[in-house]
């Protein structure tokens, strides 16, 4: 019951605040989370107080011990977070009094909840972004692991779902790999760019202590400070460009998983999902489900959706700090939370996953898939116009779609009735074998080509 002034803030206030109030004030239930960054950002600014000669080495000393304390409860779960003391910073400020005494109430000398939590979210997101480009990793060599396995194995490659050429299953999975290394680089100049320490810019305007913003920055890893205190207390770009990279790398999980989906399908059986990755049916006993990808496929949804929400809070938003931008957070570890399961799942999955490299094949030599690689060979071998050469392959698929049969089934008079400069050396063209060795130009499907970029891989990754 909230009927006593806050503690930290209170003094012009008679009463507190209506438990409504409190209810949607307080951040305390998820910004706890923050802990970690919130001591190391306090712990950063006692010490340089202390070297600037604002506050005594030893009250310095007493705060950083302190603060470990605090961490300490916190990590064993013995600390008792209180709504009442809204965000993380006053409850942890306020246990560290109770330990402290007096002392505790010099850390907040020069300083604001508005570059403190700046400060915090940025650590937080920085993390993030690493753990991201650690899972993406991951995933990448899951990647090349089935790559290697398969190199030369066969599949249908696909435009409009339709069977277009012959591909190699190794080729297939390095076309996710260079997905997977964009969101990498996206994840990597984002941190790059949120770098930049907050911490002094206190509630707006600076301070007028001499405090080292440089020191603080140091100690807590980022490139240097700010340069503007309004731009650094209202700032959530970092936030937002975090959340777009997850939005693009979550939209590249959801092709994937959308593929396993129709690829382990009774109608496809291109792969098996092992044990691990699939459920089963309550009451189709038939049923194996893969339900993970399903899951994956759908995290586009709130990483999207998390996006959204927080460009849309700060749009708008007047100079500087605005409590509309507590709501930052909610969104942001959502979307962290998620976007890393999904990564672990996927990685995991195609770790595990067995391709069916007979059914593979079988598709791959299916719905007329050399019919390029004919018209390629009218031109090459006779010469004709590349115009010309797809009109009679046009002809031949019509023909042997007609008599039921594919491509390399039809007889040479067959072939010769449509152009009768035809000789037997076009069936060398014809085997999806040779279809997919033929292809060599730079970035090709040949298993030639392929091993060179999985070496490149392996190496990059290791
Ligand atoms: N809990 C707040 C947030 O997450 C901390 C900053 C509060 N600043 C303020 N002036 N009330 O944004």
Redesign the pocket.
């Known amino acids: 019951m909230a009927d006593k002034a806050n503690t930290m803030w209170g003094g012009r206030f008679a009463g507190g605040p209506d438990a409504i109030m409190e209810a949607i004030n307080a ?1 305390i239930s998820y ?1 706890q989370r923050l802990a970690p960054q919130d001591i190391a950002g306090s712990r950063a600014h006692a010490a340089m107080l202390a070297a600037q000669g604002i506050i005594t080495n030893s009250d310095a000393e007493a705060i950083r011990e302190g603060l470990l304390t605090v961490l300490s409860e916190i990590e064993a779960g013995e600390f008792t977070f209180s709504a009442a003391l ?4 006053m409850n942890v400020e306020a246990r560290l009094r109770e330990i402290l005494g007096e002392p505790a109430g010099r850390l907040h000398t020069a300083r ?3 570059d ?2 700046a400060v915090d ?1 940025r650590l937080w997101v920085r993390d993030q972004c690493d753990a991201a480009d650690d899972a993406l990793s991951k995933l990448q060599s899951a990647l090349v692991g089935q790559a290697e396995a398969g190199a030369d194995w066969v599949m249908p490659g696909f435009t409009h779902l339709q069977t277009a050429q012959p591909v190699t299953w190794g080729h297939h999975m390095l076309a996710y790999v260079e997905m997977l290394d964009r969101d990498r680089g996206r994840f990597a100049d984002a941190r790059k760019r949120m770098n930049q320490s907050p911490l002094g810019a206190a ?1 707006l305007a600076g301070t007028s202590f001499d405090i080292d913003r440089k020191a603080t920055a140091q100690a807590l890893g980022f490139d240097g400070p700010m340069m503007n205190s309004l731009d650094a207390v209202s700032d959530r770009d970092f936030a937002l460009e975090f959340l777009s990279s997850a939005t693009i790398c979550a939209m590249h999980l959801s092709r994937l998983a959308e593929e396993l989906v129709i690829w382990s399908s009774a109608q496809f059986r291109f792969v098996a999902m092992s044990d691990k990755w699939s459920t089963g049916s309550s009451i189709m006993p038939q049923k194996r489900n893969p339900d993970a990808a399903e899951l994956i496929r759908a995290k586009i949804g709130r990483i999207f959706g998390a996006n959204v929400a927080l460009v849309t809070v700060m749009k708008g938003l007047p100079l500087a ?1 605005s ?1 509309d ?2 709501e ?2 909610e969104q942001v570890f959502d979307a962290a939370d998620n976007l890393l399961l999904a990564l672990a799942a996927m990685a995991g999955m195609i770790a595990d996953m067995t391709a069916n490299v007979e059914n593979l094949r079988h598709a791959a030599a299916s719905g007329f898939s050399t019919a390029t690689d004919l018209a390629d060979w009218l031109v090459r071998t006779l010469n004709m116009p590349f115009r010309d050469a797809h009109h009679v392959t046009g002809s031949l698929v019509a023909m042997a779609e007609d008599k039921g049969i594919d491509l390399p089934d039809l007889t040479l008079e067959q072939m010769q009735s449509v152009c009768q400069d035809i000789t037997t050396e076009v069936f060398d063209v014809l085997g999806v074998d040779n279809s997919v060795a033929s292809r060599t130009s730079l970035g090709g499907t040949a298993p030639s080509r392929v091993r060179e970029q999985i070496a490149r891989w392996k190496d990059a990754l290791a």
């Open positions: 951040s910004d809204e965000d993380i910073h604001s909840r508005n403190q939590v979210f509630a700090y409590k931008m507590q930052d957070k």
